[in-house]
DNA sequence: CTGTTAGCGCGTTCAT
DNA sequence: ATGAACGCGCTAACAG
């Protein structure tokens, strides 16, 4: 930047002007900062930057994963979003480790971010004092519930099970299954599992065999059908925790010669792409995942820009994509 | 970090040393400092700790797309495998747009990152000129080619293509297409396709056909397949460019009562979960994923702490997966 | 509108 | 082994 000022012939000062708020600089000054800072290559450098302004361009987000095509998609969106308001993500991935989030956390802390973005409302204590203590906006996405930290965007994943099950009860279901991917260690997915148990015992007086995936791809999918036919052979309906999950059991239903929704009704979670291409084409529930990022991006470019924004604690619902497998 | 001192009853030299070089400081004061930084919830401000030290713990990497399930494996490897050695990832994701990759490397530049990672070998000048003026080691990665800026570390997508056309030719057909997403944006599918085409031409005298899909998901692998069989109706083989193009092409030919492989081959690419649980079988073409990021990551960790480490242009290869579809 | 000056919070010499 | 002092590159006040 020195340099820049010196073959411009002014003060350091004004080059920062000129670079960071142009309309502070007369225009004569600013074409000619501007051309030679471009002719020598100069890129300021953002450290020295945000240690002087005492704040960063930059957006922590922190999901469980980046191969869970839900939160790509979120991030995939939010990255557009803010890159055109000037803001950098900061991405960070702790596998549905609680431990490992609160690291990230505190890493993500100490740069100073704009705003921090964290997935779900299940932290450590240290987490939450993090959290809580850094002066930036917090926002905890895909899950609602009562007083979130600082905003809540998201839905009820407890509701998005009992929705489940009252679609099964309506059906006049008796033996229903629900089996979830990771349930001990993804609370969402474990949230939609209560739901769904609790809803279908109290509308039915059945209790719903519950049964865990090791992950949520196809293969499991296929390896679950197995063990719920296995524990409970009568079981006419089975809620998957993740599409992936159920079109893993519609490919094993197939080769196991069961019929559906004949023989076996499957209800998926995520109305992915797939979802509408398989044959049958898969009911699903539809969780909010495009107006989850965008409702993240508006609210945080509104506290940003105008700080005395209030927090805000948004269920964006969910919806049942009724199509052939039920 | 002064309030650590004062109750500690230290100088701020001190306290940093104890808590960045901790074998240079007295057993004694190293604990207390320790003790009193962990109950006062000290945490050092990153960005002064670079601005003075000169080099961040940062590590930007830039892919096309965070919903592309290998990009999202690799991200996810090298986020684990970084963050054990105290680095974290910056991600950054420009669409295939050359131009937003320009912008994205340009303020990943401006963090002084300690490495700076990014997909393919298609860059803009300014891109290129950035890159190479950054002073921590680049990695192009997911491509394999002549001389790389610095250090790259991929597969020849040309070679993928030539063995998927070697593979058909050798089964004596005649009538082949090339189903790809993308392919005026993405440089790596376009290269896949360019190698099918010459190689099958070179074999079997016959001109492939080639067919672009708006976007990499299975709707658009059905409809794909509607404008081949379209174009030409004889087809007896379709090489895609991806595993999910090749899955919605099955349930299509599932749909209109094509059997695979009787009447038609289908060959995909990726060597995704969703592969291996079709019915049939996919047979497809699976590059390095999981090597990549491994990969990446060892060269850079060796990079940073033997800076005198040579680059390198490694081409790890892809391999057929023989299922039931061809 | 422009220049001068004072830090931002820490790592790192250099003395001691 | 410890402390004092300097400076990393820039932005934000202030003065002119």
Not at 9 to 26: D, F, N
Not at 186 to 191: G, L, V, Y
Not at 217 to 236: D, I, M, N
Not at 272 to 279: K, P, Q, S, V, Y
Request: proline share 5%; with cysteine; hydrophobic share 40%.
């Amino acid at each position: 930047m020195e340099e820049v000022a010196k073959v411009a012939g002014v003060s350091l000062a004004t080059v920062s002007r000129a670079l960071r708020t142009p309309e502070a600089v007369s225009p004569k000054l600013r074409t000619r900062i501007e051309e030679v800072s471009r002719r020598l290559g100069y890129a300021p450098n953002r450290i020295a930057g945000s240690l002087a302004g005492a704040r960063t361009p930059l957006i922590g987000v922190i999901v469980p994963s980046l191969t869970n095509s839900f939160f790509a998609g979120t991030l995939e969106q939010m990255t557009t979003l803010f890159e055109a308001k000037g803001y950098q993500l900061m991405i960070g991935q702790h596998g549905y480790d609680t431990d490992r989030e609160e690291r990230i956390v505190a890493a993500f802390a100490s740069w100073n971010p704009s705003a921090l973005v964290v997935t779900g409302r299940a932290h450590t204590r240290n987490t939450l004092n993090t959290l809580s203590s850094s002066a930036c906006p917090v926002v905890e996405m895909w899950d609602h519930g009562e007083r979130p930290l600082d905003s809540g965007i998201g839905f009820s994943n407890r509701a998005a099970g009992k929705l489940a099950a009252r679609f099964f009860a309506e059906q006049g279901i008796a033996k229903a299954a629900f089996v979830g991917a990771i349930l001990d260690k993804d609370d969402r997915a474990r949230a939609r599992a209560e739901g769904f148990r609790q809803e279908f015992l109290h509308l039915t007086r059945f209790e719903p065999l519950i049964v865990t995936a090791n992950n949520r791809e196809l293969g499991e999918g296929g390896s679950a059908l197995k063990r719920v036919l296995g524990q409970q052979p009568e079981t006419s309906a089975i809620a998957f925790s993740g599409d992936m999950l159920a079109v893993g059991a519609m490919f094993e239903a197939d080769r196991i010669g069961l019929s559906i929704p004949g023989d076996l009704k499957i209800l998926g979670y995520g109305d992915l792409d797939i979802a509408r291409n398989t044959n049958p084409r898969l009911t699903t529930i539809r969780p909010p995942h495009n107006a989850i990022g965008e409702a993240v991006v508006r609210h945080v470019l509104e506290r940003l820009e105008a700080p005395d924004t209030p927090s805000v604690n948004l269920d964006l619902g969910v919806k049942l994509i009724l199509r052939e497998t039920v």
